[in-house]
């Protein structure tokens, strides 16, 4: 399963928005209050992180939450790291894979739909499905259990208007508030995948540990020389 790189094309996705917007409603309760965000932790020997699941993303929500529950993660390794952008894993196949094993293309045998929703960008900490380039996946499916934490690195406001010009030109339009704007200049991100992958959660806590996986020493391939093992459990 590629990781999410700089300068693909990013295609229309109008029809799978509309689908994604269709079940945003179950994101609320009778009342019309919104339902609270489910948390999950990350467990790594260089410390935990917290992450809330957006629950405009209701698929991919519940797709983690069932495979966290089940101890699918359990075990696995963040088999890519790639500085100033981001730290992946879930590939099933890392659970026992040698030293010099390949890996990313490993799946639970299922995949998802994209629900990329205006507004959920690649800010840092941002948690987001893999998925494989567009002349592999012309439907952009996304992987059923690889996903990767963004690091990325600060973006003037300048930087996101040519972005979001480039996407215009390309006929997938964004805009960003003046808010994402100022998040991504102070926290940093990775706005060059936003609309192109679907960003389902984000970091709330444990920050430094993602600096921390950051910075392992990697092979070639991007994967860390020493194995970095997860262990996901939800939260009550």
Partial sequence: MNCPMSGQRVTNRVATLLCSLALMTSAYGQEGEKER???V???TDLGTIVVALYNETPVH???FLKLASDGAYDSLLFH???PQLMVQGGDPGSRHAGAQTVLGQGGPGHTLPAEVVPGLIHKKGALAA???SDDVDPDERTSGSQFYIVIGKPFQPNELDLLAQRSARMGT???YTEEQKQVYATEGGAPHLDGGYTVFGEVVDGLEVLDALALQACDASDRPVKDIRMFIRVRP
């Fill in 130 to 132: 893999s998925r494989a």
């Fill in 37 to 39: 965000q489910r948390l």
């Fill in 61 to 63: 929500r519940d797709n």
């Fill in 80 to 82: 890519r790291i790639i």
């Fill in 41 to 43: 932790e990350i467990r």
């Fill in 173 to 175: 339009p964004i805009t």
